[in-house]
Nanobody
Protein backbone atom coordinates (compact mmCIF):
# COMPACT_ATOMS: atom_id res chain seq x y z
CA UNK A 1 0.00 0.00 0.00
CA UNK A 2 1.13 3.48 -0.85
CA UNK A 3 0.23 6.62 1.06
CA UNK A 4 -0.23 9.73 -1.05
CA UNK A 5 -0.75 13.35 -0.10
CA UNK A 6 -1.16 16.63 -1.89
CA UNK A 7 -3.46 17.50 -4.74
CA UNK A 8 -6.41 19.84 -4.66
CA UNK A 9 -7.79 22.77 -6.60
CA UNK A 10 -5.57 25.49 -8.06
CA UNK A 11 -5.88 28.23 -10.66
CA UNK A 12 -4.06 28.03 -13.96
CA UNK A 13 -0.42 28.96 -13.47
CA UNK A 14 -0.39 27.76 -9.89
CA UNK A 15 1.64 25.02 -8.21
CA UNK A 16 0.96 21.85 -6.27
CA UNK A 17 3.16 19.19 -4.71
CA UNK A 18 2.29 15.51 -4.50
CA UNK A 19 4.02 13.08 -2.17
CA UNK A 20 3.98 9.29 -2.03
CA UNK A 21 5.40 6.87 0.51
CA UNK A 22 5.58 3.11 0.15
CA UNK A 23 4.89 1.21 3.35
CA UNK A 24 7.26 -1.46 4.58
CA UNK A 25 6.57 -4.77 2.91
CA UNK A 26 5.74 -3.32 -0.46
CA UNK A 27 7.55 -4.93 -3.36
CA UNK A 28 11.29 -4.45 -3.73
CA UNK A 29 11.30 -1.05 -5.35
CA UNK A 30 13.69 0.26 -7.96
CA UNK A 31 11.33 2.62 -9.73
CA UNK A 32 8.70 5.04 -8.52
CA UNK A 33 6.40 6.91 -10.83
CA UNK A 34 3.39 9.16 -11.07
CA UNK A 35 0.61 8.44 -13.54
CA UNK A 36 -2.55 10.41 -14.19
CA UNK A 37 -5.95 9.74 -15.68
CA UNK A 38 -7.77 12.79 -17.04
CA UNK A 39 -11.57 12.67 -17.20
CA UNK A 40 -12.71 10.37 -19.99
CA UNK A 41 -9.16 9.44 -20.99
CA UNK A 42 -6.73 6.60 -20.41
CA UNK A 43 -4.11 6.60 -17.71
CA UNK A 44 -0.76 8.04 -18.81
CA UNK A 45 2.74 8.19 -17.37
CA UNK A 46 3.64 11.63 -16.01
CA UNK A 47 7.11 11.05 -14.59
CA UNK A 48 9.28 8.27 -13.19
CA UNK A 49 12.48 8.02 -11.22
CA UNK A 50 14.88 5.09 -10.91
CA UNK A 51 18.56 4.36 -10.54
CA UNK A 52 18.82 5.18 -14.26
CA UNK A 53 17.49 8.68 -13.78
CA UNK A 54 14.23 10.49 -14.45
CA UNK A 55 11.73 10.37 -17.27
CA UNK A 56 8.93 12.83 -18.10
CA UNK A 57 5.98 12.99 -20.44
CA UNK A 58 6.53 15.65 -23.09
CA UNK A 59 3.49 17.56 -21.88
CA UNK A 60 5.02 18.20 -18.44
CA UNK A 61 8.71 18.68 -19.25
CA UNK A 62 10.00 21.92 -17.80
CA UNK A 63 6.99 22.27 -15.49
CA UNK A 64 7.03 19.15 -13.30
CA UNK A 65 9.90 17.75 -11.26
CA UNK A 66 10.01 14.28 -9.73
CA UNK A 67 12.39 13.67 -6.85
CA UNK A 68 13.05 11.20 -4.08
CA UNK A 69 12.00 12.13 -0.59
CA UNK A 70 14.25 12.08 2.47
CA UNK A 71 12.78 8.79 3.67
CA UNK A 72 13.36 5.53 1.85
CA UNK A 73 10.84 4.69 -0.87
CA UNK A 74 9.26 8.10 -0.98
CA UNK A 75 8.81 10.29 -4.01
CA UNK A 76 7.57 13.80 -4.64
CA UNK A 77 6.13 15.48 -7.71
CA UNK A 78 6.45 19.25 -7.82
CA UNK A 79 4.02 20.66 -10.36
CA UNK A 80 4.49 24.26 -11.47
CA UNK A 81 2.72 26.41 -14.03
CA UNK A 82 -0.28 24.10 -13.96
CA UNK A 83 -2.71 24.13 -16.85
CA UNK A 84 -6.35 23.04 -17.05
CA UNK A 85 -5.15 20.08 -19.15
CA UNK A 86 -3.30 18.80 -16.07
CA UNK A 87 -6.63 18.11 -14.36
CA UNK A 88 -6.69 14.40 -13.51
CA UNK A 89 -6.54 11.77 -10.82
CA UNK A 90 -2.85 11.27 -10.10
CA UNK A 91 -1.64 7.86 -8.89
CA UNK A 92 1.70 6.80 -7.48
CA UNK A 93 3.33 3.53 -8.55
CA UNK A 94 6.10 1.71 -6.74
CA UNK A 95 7.60 -0.91 -9.03
CA UNK A 96 10.28 -3.51 -9.42
CA UNK A 97 11.72 -3.89 -12.91
CA UNK A 98 14.29 -6.29 -14.30
CA UNK A 99 15.53 -4.45 -17.32
CA UNK A 100 12.37 -3.33 -19.09
CA UNK A 101 10.24 -6.09 -17.60
CA UNK A 102 7.86 -5.21 -14.81
CA UNK A 103 8.13 -7.82 -12.09
CA UNK A 104 5.66 -6.42 -9.59
CA UNK A 105 4.16 -3.15 -8.52
CA UNK A 106 1.89 -1.46 -6.04
CA UNK A 107 -0.42 1.52 -6.54
CA UNK A 108 -1.90 4.30 -4.49
CA UNK A 109 -5.51 5.49 -4.65
CA UNK A 110 -4.61 8.76 -6.26
CA UNK A 111 -5.19 12.41 -5.26
CA UNK A 112 -7.39 14.57 -7.48
CA UNK A 113 -5.72 17.56 -9.10
CA UNK A 114 -8.06 20.16 -10.56
CA UNK A 115 -6.77 23.22 -12.42
CA UNK A 116 -9.26 25.97 -13.17
CA UNK A 117 -8.79 28.39 -16.03
Amino acid sequence: PLVESGGGLVHSGGSLRLSCAAARGVVTINTMAWYRQPPGKQRELVASISTSGTNYADSVKGRFTISRGDAKNTVNLQMNNLEPEDTAVYSCQAASYTGATLQSDSWGQGPQVTVSS
